[in-house]
């Protein structure tokens, strides 16, 4: 009887062994994996006045040679009336190069623009609405949601898909540049690191403040 026990308790420990062995190579994956894995979120309180009429979030993940962004924001003003204003935009580069996005934006519910671009060979496709643009250019390297994370070196052009075209960011001074669109004019201010601290933005409907709240960014 004992020979018997002898032989199943042998391979009931090697058994625990390599699921400990398993358990412990998963581990390691997890840690390189998290460790490859470095993310900023940055987010801004949106002021109207003296007021705080919403809030946007721009997020940075890097894993990799791929860098995942994403722009959430929300605001909601009373001009005659109560006017709620939704945007979203995602876009995914691979070594440096814009593979795919996609943008959306509301007005008190209904849709006012939506985007979607993809990356081929030699172009990009969009869809803008309806409408389908091809931009004849092998590679987009530079657009809007990194602005917010490093402070250009100088005059530049960023792309930007909601307009499915580049945009001039001019410099003014050493912390202070300006972005000129059809919805109007962006001029943003940047800290001593380098990361965009403040927006005046100017619309036709309102002028705001976008603010960057650092207790509740992580950069």
Do not use: C
């Amino acid at each position: 009887m004992e020979a018997v026990k002898l032989p199943v308790l042998l391979l009931s420990n090697i058994l625990n062994l390599t699921l400990s062995v398993k358990r412990i190579f998963v581990f390691i994956l997890l840690i390189h994996a998290v460790s490859g894995l470095k993310a900023q979120s940055l987010y801004y309180d949106i002021i109207k006045g003296d007021k705080i009429a919403g809030y946007m979030t721009v997020k940075k993940v890097v894993s990799g040679d791929k860098i995942d962004y994403s722009i959430e924001s929300r605001t909601a003003v009373r001009v005659v009336f109560m006017v709620k204003v939704n945007y979203d935009l995602f876009e995914n580069f691979e070594n440096g190069v814009l593979i795919g996005g996609k943008s959306k934006s509301t007005l008190n519910g209904a849709t006012q623009k939506s985007t979607i671009i993809k990356k081929y060979d030699d172009r990009y496709e969009f869809e803008l609405e309806s409408d389908r643009v091809t931009l004849h250019q092998k590679e987009i390297t530079y657009s809007i949601p990194e602005i917010y994370f490093s402070k250009p070196k100088g005059h530049v052009k960023v792309f930007s898909q909601v307009f499915a075209q580049y945009l001039d960011y001019e410099k003014i001074n050493e912390n202070t540049w300006v972005l000129i669109s059809e919805d109007g004019k962006n001029v943003s201010t940047y800290n001593d690191d380098g990361i965009l601290e403040m927006v005046n933005i100017s619309r036709v409907y309102a002028n705001f403040n976008l603010v960057l709240n650092k207790e509740k960014s992580e950069f």
